[in-house]
């Protein structure tokens, strides 16, 4: 089973996305502040994809971003409601792998899910 780790303060989208995301046979782990995100991160390996809001306590999620981009390549998804071109650029250019404007539709959020773990295997392949 895909293990996401969904990284999200607002209590009714970590709730909804996590049951969508069960529903569609991932399991999933949550983190509500950006340093248990982190620990959440760092305590298992087999986290397939991290969907990461950009405004969290405790650690930015631009910040994290960073942390885990030093040891690992897992796809990373913002879901922010931080929908400047700015911020956009600055999210991929220091690593996302994909960035979606908040309130958006949970089917485009499933392709997306589906679309980095398609890349991450044919990385794996080569």
Known sequence: MTKILVIEDEAAL?????????FEGYEVIQATTGLDGWAAWQNDAQIAVILLDWMLPELDGLSLLKRIR??????????????????????????????VT????????FARIRL????QKKLLIR
Do not use: C, W
């Open 14 to 22: 970590q709730n909804f996305l996590s049951r969508e995301l069960m």
């Open 70 to 99: 030093t040891t690992s390549n897992v796809p990373i998804i913002f879901m922010t409601a931080r929908d400047y071109v700015s911020d956009k650029v600055i999210g991929l250019d220091q690593g996302a792998d994909d960035y």
């Open 102 to 109: 908040k309130p958006f539709e949970i089917e485009e959020l």
């Open 116 to 119: 980095v773990l398609r890349k």
